[in-house]
């Protein structure tokens, strides 16, 4: 659930509410109890950075490399097959 900040015109009061996109704003200010909230545009705090996400990103041990095993072995018999022909 995204997390909207508000804030009240009335008496200032800032806060953050969790609600689903689909939801209405919110419009009493839970200080002042008065209809004047207003929601703020803010920068999310979560950001994807770099190419993507990648199967091998969160296994541990021997299992973390599994891509690079099978391009290693598809290598191997590449050049396997050319020095045969």
Known sequence: MPIYEYECKACGHTFEAFQKMVDDPLKDCPECKK?????????????????????????TGDKKNIASKSESKSGTASKSEAKAK
């Open 35 to 59: 209809a004047a909230l207003k929601k703020l545009i803010s920068a999310s705090a979560f950001r994807l950075k770099g190419d993507g996400w990648y199967e091998t990103d969160f296994k």
